[in-house]
Each structure stands twice: as C-alpha cells, then as structure tokens.
Nanobody
C-alpha cells in the first residue's frame, strides 16, 4: 500500500486543520492506521490510531478531546481542533497489519508502511 498525507499548513493558536491520508494499492480495511508526529529535535510519537475494523481508536493524552481520527474506505483523517504551538510538527500516517482487528495499534515498531510527512505549524 502507498500512502499520501496532505492537509498540513500554517494556522494560528486555536485554529483547526484536517489532515488526510489516502491509500493506493490496497484499502484501509486491511490495516490498523496511525497518525504520528515529529517535532524538531524530538522523537516521532503516536498521536492517534484506529483499529483495522475501524471500531476502536486511541488518542494520546496531549491531544485528547482536540484531535479525532476517522476513516472511510480509502482515506483516513485526523481532525485537529484547538491547535496549540506545541502541536507544531511534521505529521505522518502509517499502517500496520495485525491479528487483532479491533486493536488500535500504537506501537511505532508495528507500523511498516509510511506516507511522506505533512508540516503543521501553529503560530502563537
């Protein structure tokens, strides 16, 4: 599967963005999906994840209540509201196969297909 992330940009604090991750060569029905971010000088971290079945999600505490992951058959979204300067990072989508179709995989080591990043910059 090939992944293409888009939707990043420059917004002010409190603003919103919706990131999209499109798939070609396969559908998201066969994968758990994750959104990750990497800020300068920091390690890549999981932001949100969605199970293969699409029925369970995970969001990291720092974005809980502000970010929402969702999908349709060929696109996964990350809706980001109430953005803060500390959300500034390059955001990546990735997929993982897993035996448990209900588990929103969050271990970065389980993700083996990555899209290119999209830059999100939140100004104060």
């Amino acid at each position: 599967v090939q992944l293409q992330a888009s939707g990043g940009g420059l917004v002010q604090t409190g603003g919103s963005l919706r990131l999209s991750c499109s798939a070609s060569g396969d559908t998201f029905n066969n994968y758990a999906v994750g959104w990750f971010r990497q800020a300068p000088g920091k390690e890549r971290e999981v932001v949100a994840a969605l199970s293969r079945r699409g029925d369970f999600t995970y969001t990291v505490d720092s974005v809980k209540g502000r970010f929402t992951i969702s999908r349709n058959i060929d696109t996964v979204y990350l809706r980001m509201n109430s953005l803060k300067p500390e959300d500034t990072a390059v955001y990546y989508c990735a997929v993982a196969r897993g035996d448990n179709v209900h588990r929103p995989t969050r271990d970065i080591n389980e993700f083996d297909q990555w899209g290119q990043g999209t830059q999100v910059t939140v100004s104060s």
